[in-house]
């Protein structure tokens, strides 16, 4: 039987998104602490995909605020960061049993949920895959929103920039989140993640703001016009100096970016998607890990792991030595080889640990992020 403390828990009154609702917004706030906790303690227990699913806790938590799922469609790309939408969602009395035989499952999965709108796992498909549903109800004329979360090393591949492609060909309504750590499940590295940091501070922006209208002004004739119009479009002037002339190039709306462990930022620019028509994109950036210091500072290990103790994110002292993994079977072997032959190359899908292939670049002294695929996490 809980006791009078645990009975106050936030989280055990989540039944479902609608009971979310009901919360101020510092209940929010409380609650992703709550939330956070819960993930640690069972993936501590049944391991599974830790730092993804910290890093957006306040995003899940804002999106199921502001939207109505199921009647509007959420999309998880690449679903392992989807442990904060199964608590939310009906499954917090089932979530010590994740990854276990006969419970529910570590990714969205249709049969599980009427909240799990598309069974994902990788990766790059939740564009497209929330385009042709938005294209499905608007020829039923329905009007539900499509919310379409990518990131976690998802935005880089071909299939995502297709599906921008035609979403901004099409109009159709549709919410793209991009949630952006700056990470897929190693460090970020090429032109488009560079792309993506290039954020202008406040400072920054307001001070080659006001030297540029200065400039207009001073322009005999046409300055005061020049400034009035620039003062109706001043979000497009910004988008010059963000990643958002990229989207606003497939023809997105693109607002961002937005603090994303902020609720109530969040919150305040998710509602200011429902005023818009047309395909929209939300640029969030999160940290991978978040509110976990072992997986804060290293969050590439703690992209999936086994089991650990909380208290220092070792595995549990009492564990036996397991049977090797076949990432570590590879990474041995392609070492061992390379030191019997120098021609050869270690190719990695921008992820060096989970191909077990971080072993083979220590060895040889190898600089992975200058050959690894960019990522956006």
């Not at 993936?43 to 939207?67: D, I, M, N, Q, R």
């Not at 999309?75 to 035989?101: C, N, P």
């Not at 999965?109 to 109800?137: V, W």
Request: net charge positive; aromatic share 8%.
């Amino acid at each position: 039987m809980k006791n009078g403390k645990e009975q106050d828990n936030l989280l055990d009154r989540i039944n479902s998104p609608a009971d979310l609702k009901k919360l101020k917004i510092e209940e929010l706030e409380l609650l992703c602490g709550e939330i956070r906790k819960r993930i640690i303690e069972t993936v501590s227990k049944t391991g599974g995909h830790l730092a993804p699913s910290l890093g957006v806790v306040e995003l899940t938590v804002a999106v199921h605020y502001v939207f109505d799922a199921p009647n509007d469609k959420i999309i998880w790309d690449v679903g392992h960061q989807a442990y904060a939408h199964k608590l939310i969602t009906s499954r917090r009395d089932r979530f010590h049993t994740l990854r276990t035989y006969g419970g529910i499952s570590g990714f969205p999965k249709r049969d599980e949920s009427p909240y799990d709108t598309f069974d994902t796992g990788h990766s790059s498909t939740s564009i497209s895959a929330g385009l042709g549903i938005a294209t499905a109800k608007a020829l039923k004329g329905e009007k539900n929103r499509i919310i379409s979360i990518i990131g976690d090393g998802s935005m880089t591949a071909g299939l995502a920039f297709e599906g921008l492609n035609q979403a901004g060909e099409t109009e159709k309504d549709l919410i793209v989140i991009l949630n952006d750590n700056a990470m897929s499940i190693s460090p970020n590295v090429g032109a488009f993640s560079s792309f993506l940091s290039r954020t202008m501070t406040g400072r920054r922006f307001v001070y080659v703001r006001n030297e540029l209208r200065n400039f207009i002004q001073s322009i005999p004739g046409v300055g005061e016009n020049i400034i009035n119009l620039a003062r109706k479009s001043e979000d497009s002037f910004l988008t010059f100096f963000t990643p958002g002339m990229l989207f606003e190039a497939f023809k997105f709306r693109y607002i961002g970016p937005i603090q994303g462990h902020r609720v109530d930022r969040l919150i305040e620019a998710l509602n200011n998607t429902l005023l818009l028509e047309g395909p929209v994109l939300v640029h969030v950036l999160t940290k991978k890990g978040k509110g976990y210091p072992p997986a804060e500072k290293d969050p590439a290990h703690y992209h999936g792991v086994g089991s650990f103790e909380v208290s220092t994110g070792t595995p549990p002292k009492d564990s036996s030595k397991s049977v090797p993994s076949y990432t570590e079977v590879f990474g041995n072997a392609m070492t061992e080889l390379g030191k019997k032959e120098k021609r050869l190359f270690a190719i990695t899908a921008a992820m060096p640990e989970g191909t077990g292939l971080n072993k083979f670049a220590d060895v040889f002294s190898i600089k992975i992020s200058s050959f690894f695929t960019p990522s956006i996490r």
